[in-house]
């Protein structure tokens, strides 16, 4: 192996490296319009960034980049209570999750391994869930749980961004289970595992791609969502991230460096979750019309 | 996805007769126990009916009573929220501008992410990273996005401002120019210009999927023809891209119409209604008169149904679980 990896480069490079020396004008145009659109899709967040580190005397600087950077926006974040509210993200978005797993996997095992009566009736419902948005019916959100006396509650909270999350869940799962061959659980059974293990042994970890899937992309979208966490939560102590950093806008005076540090701690690592499951998510949310 | 279905192919001749064994086992499976299909959706199709289709029959419910400003039921309205709704001074603007919003919003997405894959099909040094860059508005919160931009556009030291400033197009960092979402005029079109950027994403992955479902051989074929390059594509590479565009073009509909945070955190609906769409009326007319604001939700929801509708015609759904 490692006399391989030694001779490769040599034989390699050279080929490739002729290639590099001559770019022609086509592709040199093609690379600069790329990165600069990449640049362009980046910047607010390369700017969200950077006022969070600007210092407090920097804020209303009319100079692009600050002289200075500092930590200090994001040390003292902790005492404005947003701690509070970044827990209650995590609770939410970690127990909607948790719920739609739940919920999901044994939906989407069942619908891609059976045909039982009310089986299409059941898979258009759950498309018919993926286009809806809880925006148009908040009004009938908020009467629901008011009189359930569930609002100000992250119960709520993870229910509805569960709810309205599931079915990319369900499509990305039945597509993986489909295409597990029947054969593989049947032989596993054959040797003595229950149906229940074959299950949990073979056809699961080989859908672990679409599990992975479905539970990064439902945290991402239950840890941005704002307008039911708006609308349910009333007091400070119990709002997510983002209707805390709505709250800051209100303020009468706006701490914008806090308000960026809580952005950017809310904003980037969904960025990069979501870079992990980049291909996959479009079959998911067109119901696998492309693919 | 590719590869799921590659695997699926070579198990199809072996398929056939374990297939009626299992049907034989689940046909007794299924007179044993007769709820076993509910056992396993039961908890889904649950979690949809309480979360989902419930609010739905609250809402239109809602819509025909009478609510108090503090939110208590005082009988039955009949059509009065609805023709309050209809007779409120803004209501007329405010579905003009919905309409624009929507059209705007979507066609220019559409039209821009056309481009966008067309160029990130090319293959080229640094694809991958570029490709990565473009995810960044369609991962993170479209409520922080729409702040930053907010920001950006604060008059004094906003970003944008200063930029502008610096290549001479904005005169006075604190003049009003310097505050284009204060005027109703430049208010609406900065809102479409962030609308569209948190939509380009989505909207140019799902066509470069759809450039990934157009086999090679195809322009191949179009080359030996001596097909021009323009001709190819309108004769081409459009009419393959139907499906892909079709899907996009519904799923931004909804996405757009249903928009409520952009418009939220950069404007409030303000100044006046100038950059309020049903749906944030509906938000607005929620802190006033929950009645008319659910009728204002019924009339929303309409629309959603017409396009959900339309979606599920063109969508493969029915193909994609046979």
Excluded: C
């Excluded at chain 1, 009004?139 to 709810?163: D, K, P, T």
């Excluded at chain 2, 979360?51 to 108090?68: A, D, E, G, K, Y």
């Amino acid at each position: 192996m490692a006399t391989l990896t030694a001779e490769l480069p040599a034989t390699a490079t050279r080929p490739a490296k002729k290639r590099q020396t001559r770019p022609t004008w086509k592709t040199v145009v093609i690379v600069v319009a790329a990165y600069l659109i990449a640049f362009f899709f980046i910047f607010p967040y390369l700017d969200m960034i950077i006022t969070a580190l600007r210092p407090q005397s920097e804020l209303r600087s009319t100079s692009i980049l600050p002289h200075h950077y500092t930590w200090s926006s994001f040390a003292t974040l902790w005492q404005t209570g947003l701690g509070t509210n970044l827990k209650i993200t995590l609770m939410v978005a970690g127990g909607a999750t948790l719920l739609v797993l739940l919920v999901a996997t044994p939906a989407a095992y069942f619908t891609a391994r059976y045909k039982f009566r009310g089986r299409l009736a059941f898979l258009l419902l759950v498309l018919v869930t993926q286009m809806f948005q809880p925006t148009a019916m908040l009004v009938g959100i908020y009467r629901e749980f008011l009189s359930f006396h569930l609002l100000n509650s992250v119960w709520a909270l993870i229910l509805v961004n569960a709810g309205f999350n599931m079915a990319f869940a369900i499509w990305i799962l039945n597509a993986y289970f489909s295409s597990i061959p029947k054969e593989l659980e049947e032989a596993a059974m054959v040797e003595g595992s229950s149906k229940m293990g074959a299950l949990f042994r073979v056809t699961l970890p080989l859908a672990a791609p679409g599990v992975v899937t479905a539970l990064i992309f439902t945290f991402i979208a239950a840890w941005n969502e704002f307008i039911v966490a708006l609308t349910l939560t009333q007091t400070p102590d119990k709002q997510p991230l983002t209707v805390a950093i709505n709250g800051f806008i209100g303020a009468y005076n706006i701490e914008w460096q806090h308000l960026f540090a809580a952005s950017v701690i809310a904003t980037i690592p969904v960025i990069v979750l979501f870079a992990l499951i980049e291909r996959k998510v479009i079959s998911g949310l067109t119901a696998g019309s492309i693919k | 996805m590719s590869n799921a279905t590659a695997a699926q192919q070579p198990a199809g001749p072996a398929r056939v007769p374990s297939l009626s064994v299992r049907r034989k086992q689940s046909l007794r499976k299924r007179l044993a126990h007769g709820f076993g299909p509910l056992l396993w959706i039961g908890p889904a199709t649950g979690l949809i009916a309480f979360v989902v289709l419930w609010p739905v029959v609250v809402m239109i419910r809602t819509s025909f009573q009478r609510v108090s400003s503090f939110g208590a039921i005082r009988g039955n309205n009949g059509w009065k929220n609805f023709t309050n709704l209809f007779d409120e001074l803004a209501f007329k603007g405010v579905v003009e501008r919905t309409v624009i919003w929507v059209v705007a919003v979507v066609a220019l997405t559409m039209l821009i992410s056309l481009a966008l894959a067309q160029l990130f099909n090319q293959s080229f040094p640094g694809r991958r990273i570029t490709r990565w860059a473009l995810i960044a508005p369609w991962a993170a919160s479209v409520l922080m996005t729409a702040i930053v931009f907010k920001w950006m556009l604060t008059p004094g030291y906003g970003l944008i401002n200063i930029l502008l400033h610096d290549v001479g197009l904005l005169k006075n960092l604190n003049s009003v120019s310097a505050d284009p979402l204060g005027k109703a005029t430049t208010a609406m079109p900065w809102l479409i210009f962030v609308a569209i950027f948190v939509s380009l994403p989505f909207t140019t992955y799902t066509i470069l999927a759809g450039h990934a479902t157009i086999p090679g051989d195809v322009y191949e074929a179009a080359r030996v023809d001596g097909s021009s390059r323009w001709h190819t594509y309108r004769t081409i590479t459009l009419p393959l891209l139907r499906p892909a565009l079709t899907v996009a073009t519904l799923i931004n509909v909804m996405n757009v119409f249903n928009s409520f945070p952009i418009i939220w955190a950069m404007t409030h609906g303000q100044p006046g209604y100038s950059t309020t769409t049903t749906t944030v009326f509906m938000y607005i007319l929620k802190g006033k008169d929950l009645g008319e604001s659910a009728a204002m939700s019924v009339v929303n929801f309409g629309l959603v149904i017409i396009i959900v509708g339309m979606f599920l015609k063109i969508s493969r759904w029915k193909a994609e679980v046979e």
